[in-house]
C-alpha cells in the first residue's frame, strides 16, 4: 500500500499512532518495545550517535527478546520468545518514498480531511499547555509513588518515590543506584509504548499517577540520554 499511496507527514504520523492504538492480539509489552524501537529510528536516534539510533533500537528488542529473522520488520514481521509473530506494515516501520511535505500537500489540497487534522493540533497544543499550567502549579517538593515494571518480571514490580516535577533522568538515577546498576548496562522509562525523555517529568509526559510504566535495563558501550 505504502508504494502507490501518496502520503503526507501528518497521515503518516496519525496512521502510526493508529496502528498501535488499535493493536488487540499478542502481548502489550511486546507491542510497547516494538513501538519504542521504531521511535528511536524515526527520530534518527539521539544526539551523538552516528547510526541514526540502531544500536538502541536493538538493544530496546533485544531487552524484550524480540528477534527479526530478515532484519527488517517489514519484510516478515518479527517474533516475541515464545515464537508469536507480530506484523508491522511498511510505512509504519519506516517513511516512504515517495512521502509529501504537508506544505506541499496544502498547496495541491491533497488532503480531504485537513479540517480534522488541524483541529486534533489544536486539542494537542491545549493539551500540552494544561499540562505546563499544570506542572507549574504543583508544589515543588510534592512526592509521588512511581511503580516500574522490569522486563522479563526481573526484580518484579518495584515503587520508587521521587518529586511530582522531577525529570525522568532522577527517576533513572534513583533506580540505578538502588538496584545497583553500572555501566555499561543503563536504564531507559517506557510508558505507553512510548520511550519517554530524560529531561522532562513523567507528567509532562501524559504519565498518570498509579500507572505503571516499563524499566528497561539496556547495556551498551555508551550511554545516551534526551
Given amino acids: 500500500m505504502s508504494g502507490s499511496k501518496l502520503w503526507t507527514r501528518r497521515e503518516i504520523d496519525r496512521a502510526r499512532i493508529e496502528f498501535f492504538d488499535t493493536r488487540v492480539t499478542g502481548r502489550p509489552e511486546i507491542w510497547q518495545a516494538i513501538r519504542a524501537s521504531l521511535e528511536v529510528m524515526w527520530k534518527g536516534g539521539e544526539p551523538g550517535e552516528d547510526d541514526g539510533g540502531l544500536a538502541t533500537a536493538q538493544m530496546i528488542l533485544n531487552a524484550a ?10 519484510i516478515r514481521g518479527c517474533y516475541d520468545s515464545t515464537g508469536a509473530l ?66 522479563h518480571g526481573i526484580n518484579g514490580d518495584i515503587v520508587f518515590k521521587i518529586g511530582k516535577n522531577d525529570s525522568v533522568r532522577s527517576l533513572i538515577k534513583i533506580i ?30 501524559g504519565w498518570q499517577e498509579g500507572h505503571i510504566v516499563n524499566a528497561w535495563v539496556l547495556e551498551s558501550d555508551k550511554t545516551t540520554s534526551n
Fill in 176 to 205: 540505578t543506584q538502588r538496584l545497583e546498576i553500572s555501566p555499561p548496562k543503563h536504564v531507559k522509562i517506557n510508558y505507553m509504548g512510548k520511550l519517554l525523555k530524560e529531561s522532562t517529568s513523567l507528567s509532562a509526559q
Fill in 65 to 74: 527478546e524480540i528477534t527479526l529473522p530478515d532484519g527488517d520488520m517489514a
Fill in 86 to 151: 507480530y506484523r508491522v506494515p511498511e510505512h509504519v516501520v519506516s517513511d516512504p518514498a515517495n512521502i509529501l511535505d504537508d506544505t506541499t500537500a496544502d498547496a495541491t489540497g491533497k488532503s480531504d480531511d485537513e479540517g480534522d487534522l488541524a483541529e486534533e493540533s489544536e486539542e494537542v497544543d491545549e493539551e500540552i499547555l494544561r499540562r505546563r499550567e499544570t506542572k507549574g502549579k504543583a508544589k515543588a517538593k510534592e512526592m509521588i509513588s512511581v511503580k516500574a515494571r522490569f522486563q
